[in-house]
């Protein structure tokens, strides 16, 4: 099992980190920033499901990538440096085609960062964090976010049921696939509707919803979580400057353009890099620790 470090901070630490990371990964359209986020957000969520991850990247996220890069610039015909002619007529050119490629970049390293961030917010925490400002919403998102993986658990678990006694929708002609479908997605919706019915009796039995109700945590702030806190806050704030004065200028429109080099951009890229790797760093500096304890026994 793998011991993600960074997970076990406090549940604001992993809120403020993801938070910032997704809202600079869906603004910020450099060439260097998307590549550095991109590292960091597939070498993170390699690290917490390993070969889970690369399979999912390999079937999905690398079919899309190439997709969602070659449809911008068949639409998209801005740009001076005209690479070649279509058959329609219209120009294929640099610019859209390096915005398309771009933009998958984007696309694509958003749903890594939400992938790590699903895995390590869990349920509880989102509870912790939100359940007594919006305590309805943070329920939502607990049973939510705690459904999805128990329902395609429970649909494997009836698959395999009924492919032991030959009925899933493998085997027979269409009509039997169909009605095999059907009787399996009978089958979940009772397990549904029952878990529906428990869940419920079980809040009413623990008192939810009543008055003076507190809650347990196993949540803690210590002066780990506040150094944390203090060194994402002071990456964001770098890089934010950074925007301000203009070091992450650039534009693919009508010609691409944009700050390479200087000494402030290269600093607010070297940051950037630092708070997007921070779980990493975290992680292989418990795992040295814990080898060199593991060394001395």
């Given at each position: 099992?793998?011991r993600?470090t ?11 980190y993801f938070t910032?990371?997704?809202?600079f ?5 450099h060439p260097?920033t998307l590549?550095?986020?991109f ?5 993170y969520v390699?690290?917490l499901?390993g070969k889970?991850?690369l399979?999912?990247?390999?079937i999905f996220?690398l079919?899309?990538?190439i997709?969602?890069?070659?449809l911008?610039?068949l639409?998209n015909?801005?740009g ?5 002619y279509?058959?329609n ?13 771009a ?18 917010m869990?349920s509880?925490k989102?509870v ?5 400002v919006?305590?309805a919403?943070s329920l ?6 705690r459904?999805?993986?128990?329902f ?5 678990i009836?698959?395999?049921?009924q492919?032991c ?8 002609s ?5 009605r095999?479908?059907i ?7 009772t397990?549904?509707l029952e878990?529906?019915?428990e869940?419920?009796?079980s ?8 008055p ?11 002066k ?6 203090l060194?994402?806050?002071f990456?964001v ?18 010609t ?10 290269i600093t ?5 890099f630092?708070?997007g ?8 500096r418990e795992?040295?620790?814990?080898k060199?304890?593991e060394?001395?026994?």
């Amino acid at each position: 099992m793998i011991r993600d470090t960074f997970g076990s901070f406090h549940p604001t630490v992993n809120l403020l980190y993801f938070t910032a990371v997704i809202g600079f990964a869906m603004f910020f359209m450099h060439p260097v920033t998307l590549f550095i986020s991109f590292v960091c957000a597939s070498t993170y969520v390699l690290y917490l499901k390993g070969k889970k991850a690369l399979r999912m990247g390999l079937i999905f996220i690398l079919p899309m990538l190439i997709f969602t890069a070659a449809l911008n610039p068949l639409f998209n015909h801005q740009g001076a440096t005209i690479l070649a002619y279509l058959p329609n007529g219209n120009p294929l050119t640099l610019e859209s085609a390096m915005y398309g490629i771009a933009a998958a970049t984007m696309l694509i390293t958003v749903i890594t960062w939400f992938s790590c961030f699903n895995t390590v917010m869990e349920s509880d925490k989102i509870v912790y964090l939100f359940g007594r400002v919006i305590p309805a919403l943070s329920l939502i998102l607990a049973i939510s976010l705690r459904f999805v993986p128990r329902f395609l658990t429970q649909i494997k678990i009836i698959s395999n049921a009924q492919k032991c006694i030959g009925q899933d929708i493998s085997k027979g002609s269409f009509l039997q696939k169909a009605r095999h479908g059907i009787k399996i997605l009978s089958m979940m919706v009772t397990w549904v509707l029952e878990n529906a019915i428990e869940s419920a009796d079980s809040m009413k039995a623990r008192g939810y919803g009543m008055p003076g109700r507190t809650a347990f945590s196993i949540y803690s702030f210590d002066k780990r979580d506040g150094y944390a806190i203090l060194y994402i806050l002071f990456c964001v704030v770098t890089v934010i400057t950074g925007v301000l004065t203009g070091a992450y200028h650039f534009r693919y429109f009508p010609t691409i353009r944009g700050e390479w080099t200087g000494l402030s951009t290269i600093t607010v890229f070297f940051v950037y890099f630092a708070l997007g790797a921070f779980p990493i760093i975290v992680n292989i500096r418990e795992d040295l620790i814990w080898k060199r304890i593991e060394s001395k026994i």
